[in-house]
């Protein structure tokens, strides 16, 4: 019998933004420790279907009316949890944690700082989601074997990563920390550059086939555009935050695709490309299926 | 009762190259019309293993040794095509239907002027296939749903294109025709491009991230990554032959690239273009599960 399986790391669980991923911890929650206490905070019309479905026990429309909470999630847009934090800092108590799932964290780990007790904030990632947002998307399963990832700053309490890696694993997640600089950075080339890669593609693809032609489209279009249907509201604070990094990144797949452009009747570059691309696709599936 | 079901279009087929297209070409057609006579062409491992499956008859070395053929089907690399189109027409007879599989179009339609009967070639792509090549991943399923287009010149009997659609439908493809110009023009956006952004994206990734960077991705970059594990052998040809409308295509990419990356601290910048994107990547979805 697993000890961690009985106890919730955290009993009374506050989730600002039910979205695709705040509602997903909640029906994940629900699912995982069915007595745990969550209240969820977003608009009136999210908040009845969150209520209905089960998901959360009570709704409030702004996080200062939640009330006490051992965990505080923040799963609004990157830079609506900014503001959100300093409302998180004034609810916590002595034992409260105060957690994030932003796809960039150098920003929001910088504002900890300004807590009144910085240390009950850990910054936290959990990787995947899907290219549809919103609480009718959410559901339970969706941390399932994927990274969770948590930046927490120098001076924070193990026991308060303890107690996250277990609310993690307890949604079937697999913890992991990193710095919140080498996080945003590393995020830059796997999620954001591949975020905006998609969506440029899709757009040149759709402008140069017309809507009759994407009719003939394949497979290869459909799955590499997949991202291409991502809300804006999540990503044009994740591309305004994480701008120098994703910069850098957008440039290499430039420079990179002008050397393919001027290699095209040079089948020994074209072969190089693949080969070397090819290879990175190897290491990327490992462990996959 | 389907008439055109219990008639094969063509009795006696030889496929010249029995890859990932050729061999599922000849599975379906087993399926599909078990009185199908199929001359299977290619090195003598992949004969083996194309013998043992039952997907053909017989094989041969050289297309020349393939005997008379009421269909021939070149389903080598393009450039190898070209090759092989000037053996197919030497083992033509008068009945004789020339086809192709391959990505682009008009080198081959215009090479085909120069046959002996050049109204025996008509020329095919049927779009869809898969990132990994080869007779060990052809499957008789392969054409279910999905375009199969002809590009037939001016002067090509309508009885000709009859057969081939007949060919087609009973694959379970959708035939239509297209010009081979605006054929290899469409393909360079929703075909080659999409290919050559996914090949330099896993490059780029996988640089900037390294191995153990990978590990964290979540689907989204292991999805718009998929082409990038597609054979090189098939590709340098494609992107030689179709060099000038890819080229031009790459040359978008590359330019709204550039505009994200200008305005990734603009959220409106931002948010024009995911909306746009969104309403191709909609478009795409259209009558798609």
Redesign the interface.
């Known amino acids: 019998v697993d000890q961690v399986a009985d106890e919730p790391p955290f009993r009374s669980i506050a989730i600002a933004g039910l979205g695709l991923i705040g509602g997903s911890i909640a029906l994940a929650l629900r699912d995982r420790w069915s007595s745990c206490r969550i209240v969820g905070v977003d608009f009136r019309g999210v908040q009845a279907h969150a209520l209905s479905s089960g998901a959360i026990d009570r709704a409030v429309d702004r996080l200062a009316d939640a009330g006490p909470a051992d965990l505080i999630v923040l799963a609004a847009p990157v830079s609506r949890n900014l503001e959100l934090l300093a409302d998180a800092g004034r609810l916590a108590h002595d034992g409260t944690v105060i957690t994030d799932v932003g796809g960039t964290k150098r920003a929001i780990v910088r504002a900890a700082a300004s807590l009144p007790r910085p240390s009950a904030f850990v910054g936290g990632h959990p990787?995947?989601?899907?290219?549809k947002g919103g609480f009718g998307f959410a559901r339970p399963d969706l941390f399932r074997a994927?990274?969770w990832?948590f930046t927490p700053s120098p001076d924070a309490p193990g026991a308060t990563l303890e107690r996250l890696f277990g609310l993690a694993r307890g949604l079937g997640a697999r913890p992991?920390t990193?710095d919140a600089e080498a996080h945003d950075?590393?995020m830059?080339?796997?999620?954001h550059?591949?975020?905006?890669?998609?969506?440029?593609?899709?757009?040149?693809?759709?402008?140069?086939?017309a809507?009759e032609?994407?009719?003939?489209?394949?497979?290869?279009?459909?799955?590499?555009?997949?991202?291409?249907?991502?809300?804006?509201t999540v990503?044009?604070?994740i591309?305004?935050e994480n701008?120098d990094a994703?910069?850098e990144?957008?440039?290499?797949?430039?420079a990179?695709?002008?050397t393919?452009?001027a290699g095209?009747?040079d089948?020994d570059a074209?072969?190089a490309?693949?080969?070397?691309?090819?290879?990175?696709?190897?290491?990327?599936?490992?462990?996959?299926t």
């Open positions: 990787i995947g989601g899907a290219e994927r990274p990832v992991v990193i950075r590393l830059a080339f796997i999620s550059l591949p975020q905006l890669a998609a969506t440029a593609l899709m757009q040149v693809a759709g402008e140069g086939a809507a032609g994407l009719r003939l489209a394949g497979r290869g279009l459909v799955d590499t555009t997949r991202l291409a249907a991502s809300p804006a990503w044009r604070d591309c305004a701008a994703l910069g990144a957008i440039d290499r797949l430039i990179l695709l002008g393919a452009r095209l009747r089948g074209i072969d490309l693949f080969d070397e691309a090819g290879r990175w696709r190897a290491e990327l599936m490992k462990g996959r």
